[in-house]
């Protein structure tokens, strides 16, 4: 049931990916290239997951992703929401970031000592 799921997850994906059309038609090529490769990575990426629970929440986790894009228009991953107050180190290639030293204690929800 959940392979049938998934190759057809997948297919819908392949197909996204092959009619996509850019908001800027110039990035047309670029971003349907980027769905393919993103699709066959993370498809490979959890091509043994065997757990039926991870594996349904990994389905729901890539429908939702097509459903934001394909609304947005945006074929890259949502950004994760930055408190403005935070102050990050960020670094672009690799898609990661974290909280410079001393910036957890201005975090309103935790991180540095409570305010009375």
């Known amino acids: 049931m959940q392979r049938i799921r998934v190759l057809t997850l997948f297919k819908k994906i ?5 009619n996509w059309e850019a908001k800027i038609p110039e990035k047309t090529t670029e ?3 980027y769905i393919r490769e993103e ?4 498809f490979k990426e959890n091509k043994e997951v065997k757990d039926p629970e991870k594996i349904k929440n990994l389905i729901e986790e890539a429908e939702k992703r097509l459903e934001i894009g394909i609304h947005y228009r945006l074929p890259y991953e949502r ?3 930055l408190h403005p107050g935070a102050s990050y180190d960020v670094h ?3 898609k990661q970031f974290k909280i410079r030293s001393g910036a957890a204690s201005k ?8 305010r009375t």
């Open 39 to 42: 699709a066959f990575s993370k």
């Open 92 to 94: 672009v290639e690799s």
């Open 107 to 114: 975090l309103p929800f935790g991180g540095g000592k409570r």
């Open 14 to 18: 392949l197909r996204t990916g092959r």
């Open 31 to 33: 971003e349907r290239k």
């Open 79 to 81: 950004p994760v929401y």
